[in-house]
C-alpha cells in the first residue's frame, strides 16, 4: 500500500512553519535557517556516515521508499516564481528529491526535468486529485507532502496523510504561516508520539490509526 | 532573589491553554481535562509516594519555595465570577496554594481567608505592580503565576517571569486561547530545553538567560 507522508517539516514552538516576509531570497522569511538548524547538526548533513542520534535516524527517512514528492508552490518559490519562466527551483540544478515532483499551482507550465532524476510537474486541481497523480507516478512506493504549512495542512483536512513528523524547533518566531490552525480534533485519527532530542527539538510523530 | 516561575501550565500542541466556550462549570472548555490528564497519572496525584518518573518530578515543584501566587481573574473563575457575592474559586474549601493569592481583577472585593493557608487578594493594576504586592507577601520565597494563558503572556511580554514549565498535550484543540501569541523573540531571553515523557506529553522549560 502506497502511504502519503510528511518528513523533516519543521515549526516553531509557537507553531509557525515559515517566517514572514517571504521572498525568493529569503524563503523562511525572518525565520532564516533557524528551523533548519537541527538538520545541519546531522551526520546525515554533513556526511560522516550512519548513526548520529535522533536528528539523524529521523532525518534518514525522507528518502526511503518514496516515488514522487508534492509540493505547494510556496515551496516551489514564493512568491513570484511563476512570472520567471527560468526559475527551477531552491535547489540547483540537481535537486534533492530524485523522483517527480508535483507543485500544485493555478500556473501551470510544461514539466522541467532535472539531473538525478528530478522532475518538476505543474499540476492544479483538489489535494485528492493531485495525490491522485503523483501516486500514479511513485510506482507503487510512497507519496511524500514536502510542504509548505498550507499545503500540509490542507491534506490533513482532506484526511489524506498517512504520518507525518513534524519537529518542533524552539524558538518563537511569533509570526509567519501556522502549520496548526484548523486541525481540531486530528488527534482522534493519529498516535501521535514525541521525542525531545539533545539538539533541542522535539520530533513528533502523527501514524494514523488503523480503521 | 525570588524569582516569579510558572508550573504545570498546560498546552495542546497547537498551543491553547484552554479550550472555548469557557464557562464556570466548564473552566476549560471544549478541552474538558485533557489538557490535565496527564497529571493525574503521576503518582503525586494519586498518593504513591515519590519515585514517579518524569511527570511526577515536574508537578511536584509547583509549590517549593513558593510563596504567593498571581492568578488572572479567568483562572478564579471566568467568566461572571465578580457577578456571583459568594464565589470562592474552583477550588472548595481548602484550595491547594496555601499561600497568599492575588487574583487580577478589575472587579476588586474584600480578600477572602480560607482553609489551609489560603487567602484570596483582588487587585487591579500592571503586572509589575501586581507582582511588586505578591512579592511583599512572598518572605523572600518565590511567587508562583498560576494563568491561565492570557495573564503568562502578560507577564512575559513585561519581562516579569524567570522560570516557566510548560506542558505541551499531544491533542489539537483547534480554538481556545493561545498561550504562544506575540511572542516572537523571547528564545533569545530564556534557554529553553524539552524533555518527553513516557505519557505522551512533552515538558518544556524557560529559564531565563542571567544577564
Redesign the interface.
Known sequence: MSLTRVHNFAVS???FGTGDVQSLAAPFGHAGERLHEWMFGTRWWKGAGSGGGVDDAFVRQHDPGIGAEIMGAGKYGFPGWHEDPEWKGHWGPNPPFHTPVYVMTHHTRPSIEMEGGTTFHFIDGTPAEILEAARAAAGGEDVRLGGGATTIRDFVKAGLVDYMHIV?V??????GVRL????????ADYA?????APS???H?TFTRAKD
Chains 1, 2 share one sequence.
Open positions: 514552538l509557537d507553531g518542533v524552539p524558538i518563537m518566531l511569533g509570526r496548526w490552525d484548523g486541525l481540531e480534533g486530528i488527534d501521535i508520539e514525541s521525542i525531545s533541542g527539538v522535539t513528533v
